[in-house]
């Protein structure tokens, strides 16, 4: 496949023109969202996917920006002659609801007060992310997605999406996800969540203009970046080697060097990430199960879903292991759904789907044009 | 098996004649250990056990001090007529050096200054602590134990036992452990440990006297009790249940009955054990690698060893888990050590060696009553 870039994109906003009804039962008024679009809507309009983004994403998933140098999180699989290719499909992806990329979070602010939201913004749900996503396709006048795609919480939103609206949902391609939370992963927001409410600069989430909770942020995402990779990732990628010395240092320095690569990730992390968005977007995916919201409404989880599926789960995910993917395969056959199940090989964890691998390339592209000529059929 | 208490019982004190030679190369003056004896050694001194204990345990593995109700941390296995039965055998445990339970350790006071150590005290190791329990050992007189047995940190020092000093050690039992600390064990410890230097109260390890950094040695303990605990335990014990409510809180409280139990438990360690003793015995895990350090000195790992053993792991460990006693058993079997080897079947994850389990009893007590009669024979 191709290695071509997309090139230059720029960020766009679009303001919902109603407040926002959410699940908690709150309104939330001038609710923004950021979004960057790729290639030509076609006439049909039948072309367009839109792309979820995960906990720490934003609506860059190509390209670059005018003067900066960094690539879409996703450049290895959108761009030109890529298995989401910007030459046949319009891609959208915007920043989510609670975010700090634009798009209206806690760190926004709050046009009642003039100063930051803090922890007065509203506890949002991946339905309510995914409700202010859908007045974003309503304003570019698609009617049904070609396809919604997401990795993660951007699986979650894809799910959620589905059941939603389904009207509106031609495919969806859950990667590493899950329909329900599981306590482990709780567990590890939790712990993570606590770590930032721990440092005296979180403030109860008043501390924009301030010091920020820096410190305890990078502990987050630290717990954070062990779930990301699997046992075997970590072995093959750092075993007990040591960084930069030929002993032990016997004091409290990384010595070794998967020490380094967390410290480092914890640090690099806090110059691009607002904490109080990590508490209210990791708070999200906790409340995210689709079993339980949907029972009461309708039968059974994806009894009103018309969207053709493909479940792509990896490994050695242990965050959202394959046995996620095969419940929710099993839930959607119920109901003589149209999916397609695969399990990818791969060594590199929950982030896999991230990574490079030609494998989830060629299935994307595969599934995407059948999806198409479907569509128009 | 009984339930009998072994009833009252009284922490000893023991400082080491000579100051300890540690493998940092410094050298420590004045090392106390706090122990408990339960039973009677015996006239040949054949049967003496000595029970290792973990990273937050101590020297009082049974019964209960006079004043207190609270019983030892394996009161389940160590009483009269119990698995390790305290009317037939002199048990001996002691509390490790670098831990806050009596022994020397950051929080003890330093001769030099007169001060509590804090990070003047030096970096220890596996190794070290083992040596120190081996003087111990010496001043009761006993040439070689019957048995010495633990479990995860305590199954290290069993490890070590064994092949330090293997004169002195007839069987071993470790449970739950690895005789190499993996680069995932690595990671949750290093993590928690930012957690507790992210504490401003740490003030670099000088805290005693002042405010403690508590929120952070909560967040650490919150961390290593996510690995304490399986997925499966987790989704027996909490699944998705929510504590105390019938909907979500939409706020940043406690939701779900897992969050509460983890703030439960971070709350409830940082009344009974010291931050920096949290620092000192993780980094000697994360140290610990029998197979790098006996490779240069010997030709292979077990190849002095003399110990018969008895290693144990659970289904449901994934912080050690039987693979990595599969290697150790794999290990010794090279140099035909007498070994056996079983896998428990238990869904409480790591923690499963200190939860009541008939199977487990029943191996401990059936292998010591066969190494009593191999000792006399």
């Not at 942020?217 to 046992?231: C, E, F, K, N, P």
Request: hydrophobic share 40%; with cysteine; charged share 20%.
């Amino acid at each position: 496949m191709s290695n071509q870039s997309f090139g230059l994109v720029e960020k766009k906003f679009f303001t919902l023109p109603c407040p926002l009804a959410l699940e908690s039962g709150e309104c939330l008024d001038e609710v923004t969202l950021a979004y960057e679009i790729y290639g030509a809507l076609n006439q049909e309009k039948s072309n367009a996917i839109l792309i979820c983004h995960a906990l720490s994403g934003d609506a860059h998933v190509a390209g670059f920006h005018q003067g900066a140098d960094k690539e879409g999180w996703w450049e290895i699989m959108v761009g030109p002659g890529k298995a989401i290719d910007t030459d046949r499909y319009f891609v959208i992806c915007s920043n989510i609801l609670g975010s700090c990329m634009g798009s209206s979070g806690p760190s926004s602010i709050n046009p009642k007060t003039d100063k930051a939201y803090g922890l007065a913004f509203p506890v949002v749900t991946i339905g309510d992310m995914v409700k202010a996503q859908k007045a974003l396709i309503d304003s570019l006048g698609i009617a049904k997605l070609l396809s919604v795609i997401g990795g993660s919480i951007g699986g979650m939103q894809t799910l959620e999406w589905s059941v939603s609206y389904p009207q509106m949902v031609f495919s969806a391609i859950p990667l590493a996800t899950t329909q329900r939370h599981s306590a482990l992963a709780i567990a590890f927001n939790e712990v993570a969540r606590q770590a930032i409410m721990a440092d005296p600069h979180w403030q109860h989430g008043d501390y924009y203009g301030g010091q920020k909770p820096d410190l305890g942020l990078a502990v987050a995402r630290m717990i954070g970046h062990i779930t990301y990779l699997s046992d075997t990732a970590m072995r093959n990628k750092f075993g007990r080697r040591l960084q930069d010395k030929n002993d032990f240092s016997f004091n409290f320095e990384a010595d070794f060097q998967v020490e380094s690569y967390l410290r480092h990730q914890g640090t690099k992390f806090v110059n691009r990430f607002d904490a109080n968005s990590f508490l209210y977007i990791t708070k999200a995916a906790d409340y995210f199960d689709l079993t339980s919201k949907r029972t009461s409404e309708h039968q059974s989880l994806f009894a009103k879903a018309l969207a053709r599926y493909l479940v792509i789960s990896f490994t050695s995910d242990w965050l959202y292991p394959t046995r996620k993917s095969k419940a929710m395969v099993k839930a959607m056959k119920k109901h003589d759904i149209n999916v397609s199940f695969c399990e990818i090989e791969a060594e590199w964890g929950h982030d896999a789907f991230l990574l490079p691998n030609p494998r989830l390339a060629d299935m994307l592209s595969g599934f995407l044009e059948r999806m198409a000529k479907e569509y128009e059929a």
